[in-house]
């Protein structure tokens, strides 16, 4: 789970390009939207063709996404549970 | 400006009688396309897509019959090309103008053009650039002034007819032809599929059920005059939310805005109806409707046209005007196709049937990605012999407060030099570092914004006054996110369209990024041109100096073909 961690943090920093910041400034637990990274909607949709480009999970509905990025954490489980690939 | 002469191609029909007449009997042009098969799609230069089938999924789309566009073809031009020639010159033939003449425009408005000529790593190819496909389309039709481009999302169909009106009213021509069109490719489809906003079934625009939009192609002309005639565009506005580049604002403050400088502007309480965009999206919807009820029309009847065309980009504006100015002349406001129940917060008086109407005027509204809103208002004008004021043709002055160049290699601000150490797309990083720091968006968006935005912050960071208006001009379009947003579609393996690129794909962001960035409600306006015809671009500006209300704006050229040659060349002006 550690390594599936990292990995997690190390792609969205990469496709939400939210330069200058490292795996270690992201926490676990932390919300990812709001006061958390302050992604917005479309930083949402760009997590959802992540999770199925590197993880072969398809999420129809941009709803669903709000409550799987909630934290690393929750992503990771969630990832963990449902990868296809 | 007057209502000369009008055409709309779209599968309902050729003309615009036959398209009124469909619409008014309930016809509709949505239709549903299954998904194609992945190994079609992966890959394929776009004319070897099968027509009717370019999606990775099930999809509702108003698109034409492959029997349609065969009649559309037209020998030399592309599809896209053809479809605005045969619409313009349909209007061009019923107004009965001689376009060869210095005194005519020919202004078009599109979100893509010819997006789908677009290839990634191969030689420069520039058919895909707005710009080049108005020159292939005027040089058709026998123009000999130059093309202009409105590219403002889906604002662009209504900004068109508000920089034609000025343009006209200034006195810089005397009759104006003014095409939007779209086609649907791949490149459309999967950027929309990729924001998640469409819906798998007919749109049904206000309602409480409805979860998204369908996309359709059209192309609509309408020829305006100095002359008298019927009907005229009485004013407009454009105006930005300067809140989200592609999610509209909670309190509509942009399309409040719009509605309120208009009637600001001429106060009727003779409205027939509002056309609203009424895209079927959750938001956009639920902005609208609170902007309505914010500008006190709540009583007004409402509809919205998506549910017969789709959403037809950049024709939608001038189609559902034409649509439009057809019902007031009818006497009629057509239903809302697909509105069965209220599905705002505030209730309109929306019209779910075809009603009938005997006021004067209309309002047609819009919104689009890049926070823009646009608002027009039209009236018919039976009574004879009605004067209106004479219509002042001088030259407003100008004062050039700043300036701004930021070229790949220097900068310069009020002629003095700023020192700089890279060059190229590093540039823009550095003078970001140096300068702005505080706002790590810069590092989501293209070039383009990249470069708006470290160009536009210098030059306010030398005046205090934020300006009122953002009016950008370029030649490139948005071809370098153009271009990344495809690599993402394209690979024949690996098609993950990314909704973050496509946002990008729109030109005018930059101008609604600048907006942002510095809470600027006023106009955000994007044009493109053939060339940086600065005679041409001076013309435009002093058009837009010349609206009563105008105080001061950011305005200039900025380009981005490449990271070696792009150019932000800005100036901060007010009225003298």
Known sequence: ?85 | MYFLADNIISPLGNTTEQNYRAVEAGRSALRHYPAADAAVLGGCPAETFPKDNVSSEPYVAARFSAEQFHDIEINGLTRFEALAARSARQAIDQAGIDVSAPNVVFVLSTTKANIDNLRTGEEPDETFIPSVAAEHIATYLGFTTKPLVVCNACISGVAAIITTKRLLDAGFFDHAVVCGADVLGRFFLSGFQSLKALSPDECRPFDIERIGLNLGEAAATIVFSTSRSRFRVECGAIRNDAFHISSPSKNGEGAYLALQAIQAETFHDDLSFINAHGTATMFNDQMEAVAISRAGLSDVPVNGLKGFFGHTMGAAGILETIMSKEALDHGQILATRGFEETGTSVTLNLASVNRTASNKRFIKMISGFGGGNAAVLVHREDEEGISFAKIDHSECKINTLHHIIVNSHTVTLDQEPITCHDCGQNLLVELYKQNIRDYPKFYKMDPLCRLGLVASDLLLQAESDIPQAVIIFNHSSSSQADRSFWATVSDPNESFPSPAHFVYTLPNIVAGEIAMRHGIHGETSFYILPDRDEHFINKIVNSICREKDFVNALVGWIDYPDDEHYLADLSYINKA
């Open chain 1, 1 to 85: 789970m550690e390594e599936l961690i990292k990995e997690i943090k190390t792609n969205i920093i990469e496709v939400l390009n939210l330069e200058d910041m490292t795996p270690e400034d992201i926490e676990n637990d932390a919300p990812l939207f709001g006061e958390g990274l302050g992604l917005d909607s479309i930083d949402v949709l760009e997590l959802i063709v992540m999770m199925e480009k590197e993880y072969g999970i398809k999420l129809k509905n941009p709803a669903e996404g709000k409550e799987i990025f909630k934290s690393i954490n929750v992503m990771a489980q969630y990832i963990s549970d449902h990868r296809t690939k």
